[in-house]
């Protein structure tokens, strides 16, 4: 079992930044990959980025050169920094990540508010 514990959600101005932070129960060395994922009212929830063991990214075409995952191993933590923000980023943020162990599994954590608005 793998909690995670996001933090950093909040209001900010269009063109502001923010940092979330998601911090694992267990070493992420032991997760094969972990990733925000984002959900505005009424739409589905989508992937935002992600960060696989090895340290390679992925990021959604929308968010591309304005947000950067990264990761520290010795607190067990992922960030995403939100540069340049839109009222159009405007969701849930949520923490996943996926351990494979034969099976995958896959775990979540409780959602962090992030408003963009004037």
């Known amino acids: 079992q793998v909690q995670l514990v996001e933090s950093g959600g909040g209001l900010v101005q269009p063109g502001g930044s923010l940092r979330l932070s998601c911090a694992a129960s267990?070493?992420?060395?032991?997760?094969?990959?972990m990733g925000w994922y984002r959900q505005a009212p009424g739409k589905e929830r989508e992937l935002v980025a992600t960060i696989a063991m090895g340290g390679n990214t992925n990021y959604a075409d929308n968010v591309k050169g304005r947000f950067t995952i990264s990761r520290d191993t010795a607190k067990n933590t992922v960030f995403l920094q939100m540069n340049s923000l839109k009222p159009e980023d405007t969701a849930v943020y949520y923490c996943?990540?996926?351990?494979?162990?034969?099976?995958?599994?896959?775990?979540w954590g409780q959602g962090t508010q992030v408003t963009v608005s004037s």
């Open positions: 267990i070493s992420i060395f032991s997760i094969n990959a």
């Open positions: 996943k990540a996926v351990r494979r162990l034969g099976l995958s599994y896959e775990y």
